[in-house]
């Protein structure tokens, strides 16, 4: 089992930054895949980022590369996700998750454990 837990999340001004993290425990002597997602209302989940084992590789959907950045410091079992020029519709609760597999994975049902959530607001 690996639990994980975000925090970071808060209220922003649009293209303002913020940081999340994720530390993990439990079985993390294995190394998984990382990503993030987010949930806003009424809309469905929605891959955000996703870093292999080594943080040699990363995935970014259209609508935030260039703006956010996924990293990982393994010593730490802790995941990073650097959100900056914000915008209103990055708005959502956003989610950590971590994959069996060793290599960057884009869908959710490819993930096995997944945090709590942290609330990420961007007022315009």
């Known amino acids: 089992q690996v639990q994980l837990v975000e925090s970071g999340g808060g209220l922003v001004q649009a293209g303002g930054s913020l940081r999340l993290s994720c530390a993990a425990s439990?079985?993390?002597?294995?190394?998984?895949?990382m990503g993030w997602f987010r949930h806003a209302p009424g809309k469905e989940r929605e891959f955000v980022a996703a870093i292999d084992w080594s943080g040699g590789y990363t995935d970014y959907p259209d609508s935030v590369k260039g703006r956010f950045t996924i990293s990982r410091d393994n010593a730490k079992n802790t995941v990073y996700l650097q959100m900056n020029s914000l915008k209103p519709e990055d708005t959502a609760v956003y989610y950590c998750?971590?994959?069996?597999?060793?290599?960057?994975?884009?869908?959710?049902?490819?993930?096995?454990?997944w945090g709590q959530g942290t609330q990420v607001t961007v007022s315009s």
């Open positions: 998750a971590a994959s069996r597999s060793m290599s960057s994975q884009t869908m959710d049902e490819r993930y096995d454990y």
């Open positions: 439990g079985r993390t002597s294995r190394n998984y895949a």
